[in-house]
């Protein structure tokens, strides 16, 4: 059996309300536009004009149900049909996302946008690490054997993890134990279940 280990951490921690600060998307438009002659939207302006976003343009909805019924009736070779098409729809829809997809590529190889990836990595990582030192489970301390004391309010008490569920009891016959509940201090009471050797009582030495 361990000494107490002073510990005062929340049995977890809530990741929602501890959101990083994530670097902000660089802004590629004018290297898009000296390179492909043309931003992403400026494209979709162009193939689905009226709309504000292009997937809200009609000839989506057209688009889906030629790609169904071709889908459906040429199930081999209904892709190269499509392609084929000469329908406006199709050849709109066709086109934004084979121009879409260039640009996607071309900007994810770019130095700026390696950067902020490296960067957003780094502060997701760094969040990770945060959170795992900001709570009893984050900091994998509650392994079975363990003894904790727990404040809630003014009430102190011990409990043994193996007695409450791991997890803070996420089932009928498991002990609940509330997120924001401080965890005082801890020892290890085992680190491992004892083992007991089963006799089978019809077999005689």
Known sequence: MSEWIECNLPWEADIEVRLPTFPEY??????????????????????FPGCKYANDHPF???????????????????????????????????????????IEEWVSIQPEVIEWHKEYERVRV????????????????NKPGTLIERKDGDEIAYEVIG????????????????KDTMILRYKMLWDQLPTTKVVDPQITE
């Open 26 to 47: 660089p802004n590629m438009d004018k290297k898009v536009k000296k390179h492909f002659g043309y931003t992403e939207k400026e494209m979709e302006k162009s193939l």
């Open 60 to 102: 989506f909805k057209q688009d889906q149900k030629i790609r169904e019924k071709l889908e459906n009736k040429y199930p081999n070779d209904w892709r190269d049909r499509l392609a084929k098409s000469r329908n406006p729809a199709v050849k709109a829809v066709n086109e934004w996302i084979k121009c879409r997809k260039e």
């Open 126 to 141: 760094a969040n990770i690490e945060k959170q795992n030192t900001a709570s009893f489970c984050g900091a994998r301390l």
């Open 163 to 178: 007695h409450i569920n791991k997890n803070g009891g996420v089932c009928d016959d498991c002990m609940g134990i509330s």
